[in-house]
Structure formats: structure tokens, C-alpha cells
């Protein structure tokens, strides 16, 4: 398929609740959107999901606007690309920067899914047509705030809750989750708060039967996540260390996790996602797909991918209600009693509101 144009969109949305986590607080989502036109008329969609600032990995807005429109718009406007697949190829010269590649890459899988007449879920070798989802709540400033909130979400239906946690928010405070909440699916996600020094705070987690701990030690971190791994029960998944396919295998090899959080935008994109999850689904390491508080676009993403077979576990894939006052799709992302079901209509399968895009677009540029 030959892609004619490509329009980036710069956003600003705010959520309709601050969303804390060790690293900061946000409320107003600075990202991109990448819109890719074919010959025929169709367009593709992708979100970059990144923040303002680069406080959960090195990339941040406008590095990503920048990377897109120096180096990889240029690389596929006017160009004919035969399947999504090869783009990794053809981005591979330009180190990291997997967000920005991301949010294009993402944008030409939506396109060739749509010329192919089916979903990107199926174009991507999804099985599932239902997918299990989780939320994730940020820290709170009292218990009594967070017990309430968690009490909303399981009567949502939520499949499992996920708590930020950060040293002083972690051991007192989920021993009162468990008090009033004995028995949910619970886990805690740290986004790298802690070191091997803070053994015994991780240890002392073990008593909670937690799903799981996400990303405790330093981002990137294998080795010491091995360590840990040998010392604690709970299950280690790993969301800030895998950025590909190689960090997986090795992560796998060294032992450093026995669950990953697999992200789209962190990994470079679906393909390098597909090659993630062949390779945990062979080594038997389940996975989930974690969320960067997307736009209803970037979320129809993450549900297509955890339609593969190997996401066995609940995602942070919640509701658009969850995050924001009107989505930019239509219809919403709604989740039924913490069951999502997959959209079998032709790519992401959500229609793009065009009017509430540019309600909240503050920048925006046309590369033809
Ligand atoms: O660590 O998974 C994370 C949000 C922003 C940045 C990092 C993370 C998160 C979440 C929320 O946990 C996921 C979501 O609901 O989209
Ligand atoms: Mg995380």
C-alpha cells in the first residue's frame, strides 16, 4: 500500500482524575496522534504515549514530534509499504526513541488492516474475541480514599486491582487493602521506587498473596531483579526493563521475572510486540497488556493485541470512563463486568471523532 500523507497531531486532554504513581502526579495528557492516508482514502491511526516529561522512561512529547517529523514521516510518506512488518526495518537505523516509532508504526497496521477488510486484533493474529481486564489506581493520600476507591472498581466488575505503591506507601498500607479486601485479585506496581537495600519491605509483601509486583528495582534493571526474584514468593512482572525482544529473552534466561507487562509504545510497536509474545508464549511466562492512560485510540490498540492467545492474565485496559469525560472514539471502550469483548469491525474498530480530536489538538502538521 502506498501512503500518501501523514498528519501528527499534538494533544492535550485532561483526565478526570489525577493519576499518581512513585515518579509524579498527571492529570493533563500531553500525547501525539498519527494519522496515515492512503491512495484510496483510508486513513490508519496510532497514539504516541507519551507524557510531557520524561519521568516514566527518557522519552517525552515532544522529543517523539520531533523524531517523527525529522526522521520517520519522512521514511514512509509517499512510500509503498507492503505489510506493517517491515517498518521495523526500516526504522532500525535510528536507535530507541520505540514511542514515536510506535505511534507510526501503529497508525500502518490500523491502515493495512483496513485494506485487508478486517481487524487489526485478527490482522495481528488475535484469538480472543472477549479479553479480561484490571485497573490500576494511583497512590492516594488516604485510606479512606483508597478504599473507596477500590470498593467502586470491584463493583465495576474489575478483574483485579492494581495499587501504586512507593517506599512509605507500601507494606502498612496494603495490609490494610487486605483487612478490608481479603480475598480480590490484588497486585502492586512500584515503577522502579525501590533497590535490593529495601530487601526486607519486599520481602514483608510476600504475606499478601500478591498476583504479582511490577517493576520494583531500577528501570532497565535485569540482575537485581534475578536476585530478588530468588528471595521473594511473589511473582516479579517486569513493565520498565523489556523495551524488546532481545531484554525479554533475557529477563526470561536470568530469571529476573516471571510475569511481563507488555506495552506496545515501550516496546517499539505491535510487531516487536507480536515477536514478544511468541517468544513468552514458547517459554511459558504469561503476560498482560499494561496501559499509558491512552486516548480511546491508543487503547483499541492495546485491546487488539491482548486478543493473542499468551495475554492469559487481566490488562490495565480499563474503560475510557475510567480516565476521561468524552473519548475520541466512538463508540467508548466500554468494560462489561471487567470483560471487554474485541471488536471484530475492520482495523482498530472504533471510529476516530474527528471533531472531539480537534477540540483537543494544540499543534498540527500535514506531511505530504
Ligand atoms: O507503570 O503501568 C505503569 C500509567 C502511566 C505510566 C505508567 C504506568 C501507568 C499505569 C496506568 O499503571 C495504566 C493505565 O490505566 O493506562
Ligand atoms: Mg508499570
Given at each position: 500500500m502506498k501512503i500518501k500523507e501523514v498528519i501528527m497531531y499534538k494533544m492535550k486532554m485532561r483526565m478526570k482524575n489525577p493519576f499518581t504513581t512513585s515518579f509524579g502526579t498527571e492529570q493533563d495528557r500531553e500525547f501525539l496522534l498519527v494519522e496515515v492516508r492512503s491512495e484510496d482514502g483510508l486513513s490508519g491511526w496510532g497514539e504516541g504515549v507519551t507524557s510531557e516529561r520524561p519521568l516514566y522512561s527518557e522519552e517525552f512529547t515532544l522529543q517523539s514530534w520531533?523524531?517523527?517529523?525529522?526522521?520517520?514521516?519522512?521514511?514512509?510518506?509517499?512510500?509503498?509499504?507492503?505489510?506493517?512488518?517491515?517498518?521495523?526495518?526500516?526504522?532500525?537505523?535510528?536507535?530507541?526513541?520505540?514511542?514515536?516509532?510506535?505511534?507510526?508504526?501503529?497508525?500502518?497496521?490500523?491502515?493495512?488492516?483496513?485494506?485487508?477488510?478486517?481487524?487489526?486484533?485478527?490482522?495481528?493474529?488475535?484469538t480472543k474475541s472477549r479479553i479480561e481486564v484490571g485497573i490500576s489506581l494511583g497512590i492516594e493520600n488516604s485510606y479512606e480514599k483508597l478504599m473507596e476507591s477500590i470498593q467502586a472498581k470491584v463493583d465495576e466488575g474489575y478483574k483485579r486491582i492494581k495499587l501504586k505503591i512507593k517506599p512509605g506507601k507500601d507494606v502498612e498500607m496494603i495490609r490494610e487493602v487486605r483487612k478490608h479486601f481479603p480475598d480480590i485479585p490484588l497486585m502492586v506496581d512500584a515503577n522502579s521506587a525501590y533497590t535490593l537495600d529495601d530487601i526486607d519491605v519486599l520481602k514483608a509483601l510476600d504475606e499478601f498473596d500478591l498476583m504479582m509486583i511490577e517493576q520494583p528495582l531500577m528501570a532497565g534493571d535485569l540482575i537485581d531483579h534475578a536476585k530478588l526474584q530468588k528471595q521473594i514468593s511473589t511473582p516479579v512482572c517486569l513493565d520498565e526493563s523489556i523495551h524488546s525482544h532481545e531484554d525479554a529473552r533475557q529477563a526470561i534466561e536470568l530469571g529476573s521475572c516471571k510475569i511481563i507487562n507488555l506495552k506496545i509504545g515501550r516496546v517499539g510497536g505491535l510487531t516487536e510486540s507480536k515477536r514478544i509474545h511468541n517468544l513468552c508464549e514458547q517459554a511459558g511466562i504469561p503476560l498482560w497488556c499494561g496501559g499509558m492512560l491512552e486516548s480511546g485510540i491508543g487503547r483499541a490498540h492495546n485491546i487488539a493485541i491482548a486478543s493473542l492467545a499468551n495475554f492469559?492474565?487481566?490488562?490495565?485496559?480499563?474503560?475510557?470512563?475510567?480516565?476521561?469525560?468524552?473519548?475520541?472514539?466512538?463508540?467508548?471502550?466500554?468494560?462489561?463486568?471487567?470483560?471487554?469483548?474485541?471488536?471484530?469491525h475492520p482495523g482498530i474498530g472504533y471510529g476516530v471523532d474527528r471533531n472531539e480530536v480537534a477540540k483537543h489538538t494544540v499543534k498540527k502538521k500535514i506531511f505530504d
Open positions: 520531533y523524531m517523527l517529523e525529522e526522521f520517520l514521516i519522512p521514511l514512509v510518506v509517499g512510500q509503498k509499504i507492503d505489510h506493517p512488518d517491515n517498518l521495523q526495518e526500516l526504522f532500525k537505523p535510528y536507535k530507541r526513541n520505540h514511542m514515536a516509532k510506535s505511534a507510526l508504526e501503529g497508525a500502518v497496521w490500523d491502515l493495512y488492516a483496513k485494506q485487508n477488510g478486517e481487524s487489526l486484533a485478527k490482522s495481528l493474529g488475535g492469559t492474565l487481566p490488562g490495565d485496559t480499563a474503560s475510557s470512563s475510567r480516565y476521561w469525560n468524552k473519548d475520541i472514539i466512538q463508540p467508548e471502550v466500554i468494560a462489561e463486568n471487567g470483560i471487554l469483548t474485541v471488536n471484530d
